[in-house]
């Protein structure tokens, strides 16, 4: 992003934009160089002026939720990094509830079981938010969050909102298929209505306590490295092939599970990616097996990680 472009965007925006920002305060790994121009949309109507605005200055930009399933690189990032974490708009519409894509997904699901609507209760324990779990299809063995899905609000590259119905995102196991640059704002999401409040909230509990015993939550991680491919763990795979425990300087796989890579404090996003590196040829060399990285690592252009 030239200086101009960015003396133009905090101009006009002067109230969402801030610079320098370190990437390692948003993301669950604490990983990430610093992002030059780092913008928090205070609404939805503010965010289609940004995207008008980058799209007449030619500019690429970045996404970024709640940083838990990404890997920025250590160095700056030079475009704009957009942040939807100010969308946090909420509305009940009978069984259905609207939400921003800034919501973290622990209060939606909260919020769901307080109202004793079940459904969001299956997504107890992943981090994020809304409009990130959209775009992963965050989910466990449980359910996912596409089951809930009606419609996603969005606003695309140049400023169009757009409402999108499920069949449109084409979704998958942790895959969706947004237009390119499209930013989530929100969603409306279906949930059953239930009268035991109590037993709703003691499954959510269940399945969160279920969660926390596999996983290693207190590190600094990013959840799951690969996708698992058809009727395969990719943990056990990684865990046969040696992989558990491996370190590359500060950063290393987990004891716990072979499928998440932790930051022990002083890693680099570098060698992170070496571990994740390593992870894919050891995969191929021991099974065959082409792993599908489910983090998204944010190397080349932006264009290529609009999503
Ligand atoms: C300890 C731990 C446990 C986890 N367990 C699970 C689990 O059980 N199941 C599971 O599915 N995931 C799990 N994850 C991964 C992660 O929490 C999910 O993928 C989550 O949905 C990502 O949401 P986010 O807001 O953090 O997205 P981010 O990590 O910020 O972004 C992910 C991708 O979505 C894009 N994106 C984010 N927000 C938007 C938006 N509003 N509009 C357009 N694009 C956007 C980003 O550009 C990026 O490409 C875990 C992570 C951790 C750290």
Redesign the pocket.
Known sequence: MATRQLEIVKERLSDAVSENVPLSD????RLGGPARCFVQPQSVEQLVELLQLLATLDCDY?????????LPGDDPVEVPV?H?GN?LQWDRDDDCLRVG??VS?SAFVARANALGLAGAHV?A????????????????RYG??ADLVRQVS?VLPGGTRRELEKADLRYAY?HSE?PPG????GATLALRRTDDIVALKRESGRILKE?NAA???ASW????MFKNPPELSAGRLLDQAGMRGLACGGARISTLHAN?VENLGQATAREVATLIEACERAALDRFGITLER???VWEGSAKD???
């Open positions: 948003w993301t669950t790994i970045r996404i970024l939720g709640g940083g838990s399933n990404l957009i939807p969308l894509a800034g997904l997504l324990g992943i981090p994020g938010q809304v409009g990130g779990a959209l775009v992963m299809n965050a989910g466990g996912e969050i969005v942790r947004l499209a930013v989530v704002v969660k996983q290693p939550t991680n990013f959840g799951c998440f489910e983090v998204r990680h609009y999503r």
